[in-house]
């Protein structure tokens, strides 16, 4: 296939925070919001006048004083932020918005906020509860703490305009995103796919950690592109497969993956598209911003819901990923010392083997993993292990 003419620019935006569209909105006067986990609802971070970061450490080295920080028992994900805070690479942010999520990203933000990592006048951290359930009660106590942590202090000290006008715009913006996103998705359901995984990883990457707007009209380039583009005439891959797991900040992992013969249709971990980048579909009948809780609260897949219901229904969801995307098998992977997904894909993995009969490879991985050889081999043997069955089957 020809070269996305694109790609390169969304490359150069994954290569640090500050990027060239961060830069560009607030050289506009807009005002940059740190965000550390999709719980936070994206709408509620990119009101007009300010839009979200996802922070992520890209191209880290030593994490010896994140991990000096917070000890070398816990996610290297969340050194890494930390390192990147202690270097100076989040000093453009007003602010960060955190949910009492993930434990371990807690303590890097407070360990942000104590050591004043970010000097910049009046910045500011929120914290704020997320349910570990999904029932009308878990949302009721949802929509109060998004009120009160994340629009109350975005309004009083950022001057940003919360109304329920003003949600149904980033709402708006919001859908257009992800309508794109999901346009270019559906090409990977193709036999044989006109766009990689790693390419759609760049692009979808891209989309937590940039202001919305300019990137749009990025994304709308490369959806036209996309529709006349040809893919090989004979597959590059051998297999296809799922990813599903923690937080997956660097396209370079599905890279890997996709050197060893494994093409990556379908995203089912952080900083993925499925189910995250699903549009908002809005009433109405009833107030914005709780129609936004509702639909994370309904749409999410994040281990920290831990009501049975929920449980099954991440791992049935991930079975219909491979069933629509037409996938040959799973990889479970997560973040070393990550204590939610730890649990998730120890028996997720295995049910996916044993109730629904789908080849899965269950890996735990350290943050930097792009050149990994340990990685690549375990990558290459579950491929070949495809392939085997696939003759079995008379596929081959």
Known sequence: MRDLSQLYDFEKLLEEANNDLVREAMAKGHHPVGSVCSLIPEPLLNLPGCFSVRLRAPRTGSIDIGTYYMSSLLCECCRAVLERAVEGGYQFLDCI??????SQMNRCVENI????CIEKEGFFVSYCDVPMKSDETALRHYVRQMQTHV???LHDKLGVDTSDESLRKAVAQHNQLCNLLQEISAYRKEENPRITGYEFAVLCTASYCCPKEPLIEKLALVAEELRTREPDRKPTFRVKVVVAGSEIDDPALIGLMEETGARVVADRFCFGSLPERMPIALNDTEDVLT??????LEIGKCPRYMNAEKVLERQDYVHRLVQEYHADGVIYQQMKFCDYWGYERAYASRNMREKYDVPTLSIDRPYVTGSSGQLR??????VESLEIKKLHNGEG
């Open 97 to 102: 918005i955190a949910p009492d999520a993930c």
């Open 113 to 116: 906020e104590h050591l004043k």
């Open 151 to 153: 629009l109350a202090p």
């Open 291 to 296: 129609q936004i809780c509702r639909h994370y």
């Open 377 to 382: 081999t375990r990558f290459q043997a579950f």
